[in-house]
């Protein structure tokens, strides 16, 4: 990768904390690419000839983390699919040829912060979204009802937070530790809880 090209944001927070969501207006107002980490797993996971297919399905319905090289991979060649995308928009003479990459839900796991800044590139920061477990219940019950993902139901979640807790949470202290890390309170409605993403984010660029 050149390094030059590529400037990361990681999107953390628990299950059902609103990534996604405000990933998504992000997008809209600072025209960043989007990469969420479990969205590749569930594509890669329905993809025909997959050889990862099971092990995706397993993993996500134990609210267990996938094997670190397996999301890499996937994070590795959706990075570099946008950057060859934004190289041809150069040599029509338009853009810069730099990606600008929110990756949602990941790193969860410390090894997973380590192989990306090596293979990938170091991210410039790290939004966190906080909320209770009530409220992530709540919302991931609520969703459940027509997500069809298979990990949004009760048992599966709980075994979400116990990962988030156990795993997660140390990367997030790792980033703490090197003063990488906006803390949002994401109890709120969604539009109050984008007024403070939003703001937070033309800082950190400004
Ligand atoms: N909602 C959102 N914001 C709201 C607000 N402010 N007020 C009220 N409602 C709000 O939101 C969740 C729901 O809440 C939606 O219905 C939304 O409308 C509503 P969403 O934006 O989807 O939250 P998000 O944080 O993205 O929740 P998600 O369920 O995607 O988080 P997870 O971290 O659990 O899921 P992810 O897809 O990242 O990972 C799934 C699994 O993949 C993991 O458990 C793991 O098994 C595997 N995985 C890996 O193994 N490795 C990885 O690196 C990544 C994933
Ligand atoms: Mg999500």
């Known amino acids: 990768f050149d390094h030059d090209k590529v400037f990361v944001i990681f999107v953390l927070g628990g299950p059902g904390a609103g990534k ?34 099971e092990l995706i399905r397993q993993n996500i319905r134990e609210g267990k983390i996938v094997p670190s090289e397996v999301t890499v991979g996937l994070l ?4 570099a699919a946008e950057l060859e995308k934004r190289k041809e928009n150069t040599e029509q003479g338009w853009g810069d040829g730099k990606g600008r990459f929110l990756v949602d839900g990941f790193p969860r ?49 709980k075994k979400r937070f116990k990962t988030f807790v156990e795993t997660s949470m140390p990367v997030v202290e790792y980033y703490k530790k090197h003063d990488k890390v ?19 984010v033309r800082e950190r660029l400004s």
Do not use: P, W
């Open 109 to 157: 796991q410390m090894d997973q912060a380590h192989i990306f800044d090596e293979q990938v590139c170091e991210s410039k920061f790290v939004l966190f979204f906080v909320t209770s477990e009530e409220v992530l219940l709540q919302r991931l019950l609520e969703r459940g009802k027509t997500s069809g993902r298979e990990d949004d139901n009760e048992e599966s979640i």
């Open 20 to 53: 996604g969501t405000q990933c998504a207006k992000l997008v809209q107002e600072f025209g960043f690419s989007h990469l969420s980490a479990g969205d590749l797993l569930r594509a890669e996971q329905n993809r025909e000839g997959s050889q990862y297919g």
């Open 76 to 79: 590795r060649n959706a990075i």
């Open 182 to 200: 906006i803390e949002i309170d994401a109890t709120k409605s969604i539009d109050d809880v984008y007024t403070h993403t939003s703001a937070a």
